[in-house]
Each structure stands twice: as C-alpha cells, then as structure tokens.
C-alpha cells in the first residue's frame, strides 16, 4: 500500500525555522518526482515546490523562493521542506505528494504566530 | 508560471443536475491537467489525468475534455458526495504544477 506520512509541522514564530519530512512507503520513491503543495485556513491548494528524482532540478513557488528548501533522501525513502524566515501568512497545513498527483499525504499542519 | 483561472468560484446545484467546470490556462498546456475533488479535512482526490483519463474507482458520471488552453469537468449526474471543491491543476510545466483557485460546489 502506498503511504505517504507528513511530520515536522508545529507552532513557530516569525522569523523561525521548521522542517517537513514526507516518509513514503509501498512504491519506489527513487523513481517518483514528488512535491510539496499548501492550503491556508478557508484557502485553496498552492503549489510551493517541486523535485526531481534523484533531486538534481528543484522549484520552488516565488512566494517562498530564497526562503524554503526542498530536498529528498532516496535512501531514507524520504522528502524533506526546509523552511525558513517563516512569515503568518506560511500558516498553512502542507501536503507531499507524488508528482503524478495520484497519492498524497495527510498533511501537516504549520501555524507561524508569536 | 501558467496561471490558470477556473469559473465559477462557487455553484449551487441539486442532486441529480449535470454540472460543468471550466478551467483555463494561460498558454497552452496540450491536454496536461488534472482534476481533483477535495472534502473539508481531506487531502486531494486526482478524479481526472491528461485531461480525460478517469482514474480506477472514480464513477464514470465525471468526465473531462479539453485540450491547448480550455479544460472541462463534467458530473453529468450530481450524487450527495459530490459536494466538494474541484480544484484543476496544469502539469505542462516540468516541476511546477500550479492550481486554479477551486470551485465549491454546493447542496441548493
């Protein structure tokens, strides 16, 4: 069975630091570009960055572009989202998924408030 | 980025209507767009690949068409599961497959 299971979410002030990590599990991660996709409270879906394979191209949204990173360990089976100088408006509960958009996560949520 | 633009933002309609989204990108995509069904607490649901091929287990009253620009979503007859928001999404652009803003569809 195809899983994919956010962590690393939680409360953080302005100006912090967090990282996502997205373990997948029942499909060979290795071949599979994945993303990192976000939706604010009452908000629809955006799209915040992407990976290749074996993580040698990246995207990244302009909204977040200088300020998050995005990586993969295919050995750990795992995708990571760093994130950092987190602003209110990164609140958001954030979704990995396979490029493919046919598995997702359950999400993980950030709240960014002092 | 190809930004894409769905309409309406919201609908009203009863059990049984046939209902259309439409979904328009900002250059040509060919017939790379998906389309997803999202309930409140859930992740997306991918209904709809390459524009027109229906996924394993999504009932066949959901149907998509378009291609180059101009995308449609079709639920020829709305069941009381089908209130959600559909969201489209382009994935023309190697690594940045951006969304259109949704469109709730709901109970009148």
């Known amino acids: 069975e195809v899983q994919l299971v956010e962590s690393g979410g939680g409360l953080v002030q302005p100006g912090g630091s967090l990282r996502l990590s997205c373990e997948a599990s029942g499909f060979t991660f290795s071949n599979y570009a994945m993303h990192w996709v976000r939706q604010a409270p009452g908000k629809g879906l955006e799209y915040v960055s992407g990976i290749s394979t074996n993580g040698g191209s990246t995207y990244y949204a302009n909204s977040v572009k200088g300020r998050f990173t995005i990586s993969r360990d295919n050995s750990k089976n795992t995708l990571y989202l760093q994130m950092g100088s987190l602003r209110t408006e990164d609140m958001a509960v954030y979704y990995c998924?396979?490029?493919?958009?046919?598995?997702w996560g359950q999400g993980t949520l950030v709240t960014v408030s002092s | 980025d190809i930004q894409m633009t769905q309409s309406p933002s919201s609908l009203s309609a009863s059990v049984g209507d046939r209902v259309t989204i439409t979904c328009r990108a900002s250059q040509s995509i060919a017939n790379y767009l998906n389309w997803y069904q999202q309930k409140p607490g859930k992740a997306p649901k991918l209904l709809i690949s390459?524009?027109?091929s229906l996924q394993s287990g999504v009932p066949s009253r959901f149907s998509g068409s378009g291609s180059g620009t101009d995308f449609t979503l079709t639920i020829s007859s709305l069941q009381p599961e089908d209130f959600a928001t559909y969201y489209c999404?382009?994935?023309?652009?190697?690594?940045?497959?951006?969304f259109g803003q949704g469109t709730k569809l709901e109970i009148k």
């Open positions: 998924a396979r490029a493919t958009g046919d598995y």
């Open positions: 999404q382009q994935s023309y652009s190697t690594l940045s497959y951006t």
């Open positions: 390459v524009a027109s």
